[in-house]
C-alpha cells in the first residue's frame, strides 16, 4: 500500500507562486508514474500533470503549461508541482495520485483510472 500527503497549499494572490509537495510512504515509488490533479467547487476532477517513473518525461494540460513544472526526488519519495503565475481559475483542492503503470504515451495519464493511490489533498485559493 501507498500513502501519499500533499502540504504546501494555501492562500495566495494572484501572479504568486506556491509549490506543493506529495510525500509517499508504506513504499518506494520510484518506479510509480505520479500525477497531480485538482477539483474546484461544483466541478469535476481535473488532470494538471504527470510525471513518469524515471523522470524523463512530463506531461501538462494546457491551461498550466509554461507556469507549472512538475518534479520528483527518489531520495525523499517526494513529489513537487511547482506552480508559479498563478491565477484565479487555478483555485482548487489538488490531489496527488500514483501509478504502478508505465504508459507507453503520458497522454494515457489524464484520466484517473490509472491511479491507484491518492492523497487526501490540499486547498490552493488564488485570490485576484
Known amino acids: 500500500q501507498v500513502q501519499l ?3 504546501g497549499g494555501g492562500l495566495v ?3 504568486g507562486s506556491l509549490r506543493l509537495s506529495c510525500a509517499a510512504s508504506g513504499r518506494t515509488v520510484s518506479t510509480y508514474a505520479m500525477g497531480w490533479f485538482r477539483q474546484a467547487p461544483g466541478k469535476e476532477r481535473e488532470f494538471v500533470a504527470a510525471i513518469d517513473w524515471s523522470g524523463s518525461s512530463t506531461y501538462y494540460t494546457d491551461s498550466v503549461k509554461g507556469r507549472f513544472t512538475i518534479s520528483r526526488v527518489y531520495a525523499k519519495n517526494t513529489v513537487y508541482l ?3 503565475s ?3 481559475e487555478d483555485t482548487a483542492v489538488y490531489y496527488c495520485a500514483a501509478s504502478p503503470r508505465t504508459p507507453q504515451a503520458m497522454a494515457v495519464m489524464i484520466v484517473r483510472s490509472p491511479y491507484d493511490y491518492w492523497g487526501q489533498g490540499t486547498q490552493v485559493t488564488v485570490s485576484s
Open 13 to 15: 494572490q494572484a501572479g
Open 5 to 7: 500527503v500533499e502540504s
Open 86 to 88: 498563478l491565477k484565479p
Open 82 to 84: 511547482q506552480m508559479n
